[in-house]
C-alpha cells in the first residue's frame, strides 16, 4: 500500500500562491497517473492536475479552471509530486487531496491538506 503525505496547505489573500508536495512512500516512477485532486465544502471532489504516464513524455490534465495558473510536477528520484498554485482565487478553497494509480485497481489517495483563500 502506497502511504501519500501531503504539505503545504495554508491561508492566502486572493491573488497569492502556495506550494502542495506530496511524498510518496514508495517509487512512483512506473505510475499510471499521479496529482492532485480538491474538495470543496459541499461539492464533490474534482481534479485539480493529474499527470499521466505516457511515451515519449507524460501528458498532463488540468481542470479548466486552473488552467494558466497551476503547475504540477513530479521528481522520480524524491518520490514527490508538487502543485504550484499562483493567482489563487476564494473559489479554489477546498481540501486538496494528492492521488495515485499504482496500476489498474490499486489506487491511494492522501489525508488531505487545506488551502483558504480570502478575498
Known amino acids: 500500500q502506497v502511504q501519500l503525505v501531503e504539505s503545504g496547505g495554508g491561508s492566502v489573500q486572493a491573488g497569492g500562491s502556495l506550494t502542495l508536495s506530496c511524498a510518496a512512500s514508495?517509487?512512483?516512477?512506473?505510475?499510471?497517473?499521479i496529482g492532485w485532486f480538491r474538495q470543496a465544502a459541499g461539492k464533490q471532489r474534482e481534479l485539480v492536475a493529474l499527470?499521466?504516464?505516457?511515451?515519449?513524455?507524460?501528458?498532463?490534465d488540468y481542470d479548466d479552471s486552473v488552467k494558466g495558473r497551476f503547475t504540477v510536477s513530479r521528481d522520480n528520484v524524491k518520490n514527490t509530486v508538487t502543485l504550484q498554485m499562483n493567482s489563487l482565487k476564494p473559489e479554489d478553497t477546498a481540501v486538496y487531496y494528492c492521488?495515485?494509480?499504482?496500476?489498474?485497481?490499486?489506487?491511494?489517495w492522501g489525508q488531505g491538506t487545506q488551502v483558504t483563500i480570502s478575498s
Open positions: 492521488y495515485v494509480n499504482v496500476r489498474k485497481g490499486y489506487e491511494y
Open positions: 514508495e517509487s512512483i516512477v512506473r505510475v499510471n497517473s
Open positions: 499527470i499521466l504516464d505516457a511515451l515519449p513524455t507524460d501528458e498532463i
